[in-house]
């Protein structure tokens, strides 16, 4: 009956190991920006980026080191099998051994866990355990909102590649009609010079534009796990269309920040340390042993694995360490200092986890408020560039004054689509303050 209850502890035991190490991706968050792009480029993430895929290795190797810690408190049987080749006197009677023979020595070793010492040590694992799945979540976290940031932004520089565009062909327009009015003597070369800085501006602006989206494309396909030479094959909405369409609070519930999972890593490497301390507090006390051995042999008078055949003893017994040099006082010292240090960290942390959360709802705010002037601006604008249309027709205004307006009007888009994007941006910093719980 007590064989049984044993074996019944074991698969208990056996079975509270068997956690899982995969992360079920909780993918609304993405869902709510209208934009099957990104919700195809958050997946492809989860699949193939090796950052994670690293993560993971990473927590299935502290999910069997609780069960490698949990070996040490179960006995231990080993066998071996020797060859034993003897020489003995000749002509004394007491020597009736075989002197060639085979030795199949069994040999079993426990130590009683009477103060629960390597149950402390699974213990203390289980919660490196708990400590790793939280960082492999604040790993998949950051990868996705760093895919999702990646994308807003690439969408961006299409959308101020597209006007800039536009501004730098009037500039064009512009400079070859007062090239033509220099020619002819209607303008002086300081103005000319003015018009052909103004273009030159304009194009390095533009230039500087294309190598940034060329830099975010090949990030990005980092982030999603492809080659940077497939950059040029990334699919993508555009940024007029892509939107959030939940609400984002003006507060946050402070459980919530608690909840973040670089806070419940160093929470269960401080339960671990704790452990650790009790660990090396009872390493001061004695410790209790039970070695068996067993051994069958072909020298003796029996067949082999018959009584006859075999010898075995049994030892038990109690060892206390007398002079280690210190060394029990240095390691608890050590698990205690180890103790401090995370318990400092976990405070630091928790600072770092408020004031990341402030901030990205302080950038928000004033995000939003940027953006409506910046749409204000933008119509506003779109009402006198659609009179200076008129004008033109009417041939009121001459055709460089109405470059000027378009220009001024892509201008003024530009900045309404910088905005939107860092409001967007904004709304993926928050859902990472917040360990992915917006």
């Known amino acids: 009956m007590r064989f049984f209850s044993i074996l019944v502890l074991i698969f208990a035991q056996l079975l509270n190991c068997a956690y899982s190490s995969a992360i079920s991706p909780d993918l609304e968050f993405f869902k709510s920006f209208n934009d099957d792009y990104l919700l195809e480029y958050i997946t492809k993430s989860l699949e193939n980026n090796h950052d994670l895929k690293q993560a993971n290795h990473r927590v299935e190797q502290y999910r069997l080191e609780i069960k490698n810690s949990f070996s040490n408190e179960l006995p231990k049987l080993s066998v071996a099998g020797n060859y034993l080749g003897a020489h003995f006197p000749k002509g004394d009677t007491n020597f009736l051994l075989s002197r060639n023979s085979f030795v199949l020595p069994f040999q079993a070793s426990y130590e009683p866990d009477f103060l629960l010492k390597n ?6 694992t289980k919660r490196l355990y708990f400590a790793q799945l939280a960082n492999q979540k604040a790993i998949y976290i950051s990868l996705l909102g760093d895919v999702a940031s990646a994308y807003i932004n690439i969408l961006l520089y299409d959308y101020l590649i597209e006007k800039q565009e536009n501004i730098l062909k009037n500039n064009e327009i512009n400079l070859l009609r007062n090239e033509n009015k220099y020619k002819y003597g209607v303008i002086d070369y300081d103005e000319l010079n003015e018009i052909k800085k103004e273009y030159t501006s304009q194009k390095t602006i533009y ?21 940077a030479e497939n950059s040029s094959e990334i699919k993508r909405g555009k940024l007029e269309t892509i939107e959030y369409l939940k609400d984002i ?25 704790k452990i650790d301390i009790t660990v090396a507090k009872k390493d001061f006390f004695p410790s209790f042993k039970i070695n068996g051995f ?57 600072l770092n986890a408020i004031k990341e959360v402030a901030n990205a709802l302080n950038v928000i705010n004033y995000d939003k408020k940027n953006e409506q002037s910046a749409k204000y601006q933008l119509s506003l604008e779109e009402k006198i560039f659609n009179n200076s249309n008129k004008k033109l027709k009417r041939g009121t205004i001459s055709k460089l004054d109405y470059i000027k307006s378009e220009n001024t009007l892509n201008q003024k888009e530009q900045l309404f689509g910088t905005s939107k994007a860092l409001r967007l941006v904004g709304y993926v910093t928050l859902y990472k303050a917040l360990g992915g719980q917006l």
């Open 119 to 124: 149950r402390d040590k699974t213990k203390s």
């Open 207 to 227: 230039d500087n534009l294309v190598k940034n989206q060329k830099n975010t494309l090949y990030n990005f396909c980092t982030l999603i796990g492809e080659s």
């Open 249 to 273: 609070p003006d507060e946050i519930d402070s459980n919530l920040v608690y909840s973040r999972p670089d806070l419940i890593e160093i929470e269960n490497k401080l339960k671990s340390a």
């Open 294 to 350: 067993l051994a069958f042999d072909t020298a003796g008078w029996g067949n082999f694995f018959s009584w006859e055949s075999s010898f075995a003893f049994l030892i038990a017994g109690l060892t206390q360490d007398i002079f280690t040099g210190g060394k029990k006082i240095a390691n608890l010292k050590i698990k205690k200092a180890r103790f401090e240090e995370l318990f400092e960290m976990y405070k630091q942390a928790d």
